[in-house]
């Protein structure tokens, strides 16, 4: 182990989620939020998201509201860094080996007053895997309360199915809570001082509200496998070549898939609209959670 003890790992086999207080310097978070105040002043004038920006619903170019900067460690060298950091990477490597494979990076901004909600799901519904060595690791920019739209987890879940995704004939990337037997007040935030860790694993149920308080609730998820677990056809895991996924290669060496008595649903037929997660779950009709009002 490098720094996990071996009660903090067995705690995420049992409840599928950790969190690892204050494991940035303040000087790293000033360095992480002076780089988002870069993107965030892009957005004005703009009419519509881009390459790097999502914007909220009720975004205005003289107005500007940043819901995601997406894929940030493709164009920012102060994200990238992190990722490829022991901060990140050696809880990783205690809780699923010593090779892991990028899936992908996204910055939630979840901004005071009206940073969206994210409906529940599982990651895996997105990407199943080979197996379920599937971990994603988020940095916890500002300090996360229960009033600022936590990141909310059901404990053990990761050990449940997977449920159905679907909605009119579509994956919609959210689940009807109620229907496959949640109750909201089981769910768990992971709340911290800004700078912590938080990890949570690939089939673990989990959502977060809009944030209708006065603080900012931004933070800076890397989703990764263990190098073993391969995307089953249909997932939503894209590359063209072998070059293309090794080069996705975090640290360790690029496997050949290991196939696990794992649970998969397809994520298909494709929504019929967006590519972002806010965007595929405006299809549930069973929303859990309140939108923004504009
Ligand atoms: O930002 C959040 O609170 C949840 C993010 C999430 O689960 C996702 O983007 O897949």
């Avoid at 519509?48 to 997406?70: C, F, N, Q, W, Y």
């Avoid at 209708?212 to 931004?218: E, H, K, V």
């Avoid at 249909?234 to 080069?247: A, N, R």
């Amino acid at each position: 182990m490098e720094v996990l003890s071996p009660e903090q790992k067995a705690g995420f086999d049992r409840d599928g989620y950790l969190v690892l207080e204050r494991r940035l310097s303040a000087a790293q978070l000033a360095t992480l939020h002076a780089e988002i105040d870069r993107y965030t002043e892009q957005a004005r004038g703009l009419t519509e998201g881009t390459d790097a920006l999502d914007l909220e619903d009720s975004h205005r170019p003289d107005a500007p509201r940043v819901r995601r900067i997406k894929l940030p460690h493709t164009h920012s060298e102060v994200f990238r860094d992190l990722m490829t950091s022991d901060t990140i990477l050696a809880p990783a490597r205690d809780l699923i080996g010593p090779d892991l494979r990028l899936h992908t990076t996204k910055l939630n901004m979840k901004e005071a007053g009206h940073g969206a909600a994210v409906e529940w799901h599982q990651d895996f519904a997105f990407y199943p895997h080979t197996n379920d060595d599937v971990l994603a690791i988020g940095v916890i920019l500002d300090d996360m309360g229960a009033e600022n739209g936590p990141l909310m987890v059901f404990p053990g879940s990761h050990k449940g199915p997977i449920h159905d995704h679907h909605d009119s004939g579509f994956f919609v990337g959210a689940m009807d809570l109620a229907r496959d037997g949640y109750d909201m007040a089981d769910a768990v935030p992971l709340m911290g001082p800004a700078g912590s860790i938080s990890i949570h694993h690939g089939r673990i149920v989990h959502g977060s509200a809009l944030n209708t308080s006065t603080r900012a609730r931004r933070i800076l998820f890397y989703e990764m496998m263990a190098a073993d677990a391969w995307p089953v056809m249909g997932s939503m895991t894209k590359f063209s070549t072998l070059e293309d996924y090794d080069s996705r290669m975090l640290c360790g060496q690029s496997r050949q898939p290991r196939l696990a008595d794992v649970p998969v649903r397809i994520p298909l037929p494709a929504p019929p609209i967006g590519k972002t997660i806010y965007e595929i779950q405006k299809g549930l009709t069973a929303r859990s959670f309140d939108t923004a009002k504009g």
